[in-house]
């Protein structure tokens, strides 16, 4: 399978829609053919035909068109009930104890996971739209000016790269494996490499871990997240969508304003807690912001919090005072929780470009960061930042701001993200055949 397929087939839904337009073409064809509409109803669960299917009374009048009392009696008479097994009657090392289960009409396991990568992908397409236009189009003109492999095409595609904020390094990095890539399979036009230019953005981005993008939360334990950024990136913001989210997973989340320099933040911080229904250790403008966190660590433990949101000062024109107050806020959470904070998150703002980079390298230098959370990603046509941050500080991006609304705020995955980049691309590389199957165009 090839990797546009897959990417089509997890992510847009395309399938779903076809499914159902082949029950209309069914349908439609029955009738054509003189065969009374089939109604379906929904009756206990099982789908039951509530008109039998006939040949019509036009073409064979001396046939019985009306049911006889026998069917009659069939149709009125309930269907044996399966019994329902509790949990703790299942061997489940027995694959067929699913089989004593009733069809309850809920969808299954896949069916869910299915759909929910069908609504995430949906949200990347939507929130990279800027992002993914400014890519296809320089992508789709490069192929169409450059159509022979050649040096000259690598330099054009190193340039377009470049200028989408992928970062130096790393785009030196994918257009010598797309060099190796080309020569090893002896590809000669430039359009048998647009597929692979989108999969070797995905295999450098894993290349170090590719279960990078979770989050260190366990169950059974006070799990501290420390978010750190400079002022104006929509930190504050990120923490209320956090908690939000956690919340909303059935998580007790407890949110700590640790950010006692700057003006209005604690009250900001207030409000998000109220918006969405957690709670808010504060004390007043000035405190120290190691007090505020010993508190809210007790406070968290004493009320059997699962997730606690720490935010802090974003003074990042002073390094060595950032450094020392981060240190002070990380002593005092380690020595009240140990291997605490257990993730350290720095909020980046995408439409700063390179310059998100530059702080990137300057708190990584103040403190060890575990994960980006790149916001306002919807906001910028040059989302090939998140491959420069991964590749070049080796810092995993966490999640990805794709938009205003709570919701928007998701969780970093590679191939979501090259799917918001390029899904025009790849609905026009795979095509669905009069017979409805999907192939690729290019074979």
């Known amino acids: 399978m090839s990797f546009f397929k897959r990417l089509k087939d997890k992510f847009s839904g395309q399938d779903i829609e076809k499914d159902f337009g082949k029950m209309d073409d069914f349908e439609s064809e029955r ?9 379906w109803r929904d009756e206990n669960q099982d789908f039951e035909r509530q008109v039998e299917t006939r040949p ?28 329902k097994l509790k949990a703790n009657e299942i061997d489940w090392k027995d694959q067929s104890w699913d089989d004593d289960f009733e069809d309850d009409g809920l969808m299954s396991i896949e069916e869910f996971e299915e759909l929910e990568a069908q609504k ?9 739209e800027k992002s993914r236009e400014n890519f296809q189009t320089q992508l789709n003109n490069l192929i169409a000016h450059y159509r022979t492999v050649d040096e000259d095409f690598f330099e054009a595609l190193e340039e377009m790269l470049i200028q989408a ?27 048998d490499l647009r597929e692979t230019i989108v999969e070797k953005m995905v295999e450098i981005y894993h290349q170090e871990d590719d279960k990078s993008e979770e989050m260190n939360l366990e169950d059974e334990r006070l799990n501290v997240i420390l978010m750190v950024g400079v002022n104006g990136v929509g930190k504050t913001t990120t923490i209320g969508k956090l908690a939000h989210r956690y919340q909303a997973q059935g998580k007790k989340v407890m949110l700590a304003a640790g950010d006692t ?29 190691a007090a505020v966190m010993y508190d809210a660590i ?14 802090t000062a974003g003074r990042l024109q002073n390094k060595q005072n950032l450094m020392n107050e981060l240190q002070k806020v990380k002593r005092v959470i380690g020595r009240s929780i140990p291997e605490a904070p ?21 708190f990584k ?79």
């Open 342 to 362: 257990h993730e350290v998150l720095l909020c980046l703002d995408a439409t700063t470009g390179q310059n998100a980079l530059a702080q990137a390298k300057a």
């Open 31 to 39: 009738k054509n053919e003189g065969h009374e509409e089939v109604e």
């Open 56 to 83: 019509s009374q036009t073409e064979n009048t001396h046939m019985q068109t009306h049911p006889t009392q026998s069917e009659i009696s069939n149709l009125n008479e309930p269907s044996p009930k399966k019994k």
């Open 365 to 443: 230098e103040v403190t060890d960061v575990t994960g980006i959370v790149l916001t306002k990603l919807d906001g910028t046509a040059k989302g090939g930042i998140v491959l420069a941050i991964r590749n070049e500080l080796h810092i995993p991006v966490k999640y990805v701001g794709l938009g205003e609304k709570l919701d928007d705020l998701q969780p970093f995955n590679a191939e979501s993200y090259v799917y918001g980049l390029f899904a025009d691309m790849i609905e026009e590389s795979v095509t669905t055949d009069e017979n409805g199957d999907v192939t690729d165009e290019r074979q």
């Open 298 to 311: 007790n406070a968290a433990k004493n009320k059997g919090v699962d997730i606690l949101i720490c935010d």
């Open 120 to 128: 995430i992908g949906a949200k990347f397409r939507d929130g990279l």
């Open 261 to 289: 320099f700057r003006a209005g933040a604690i009250e900001q911080l207030q409000v998000w807690g109220d918006r969405v229904g957690v709670e808010v250790i504060r004390q007043k403008e000035g405190s120290d912001p």
């Open 165 to 191: 904020d992928v970062g130096f390094n790393t785009v030196m990095e994918l257009v010598d494996e797309l060099r190796m890539e080309a020569k090893r399979r002896n590809v000669t036009e430039t359009e």
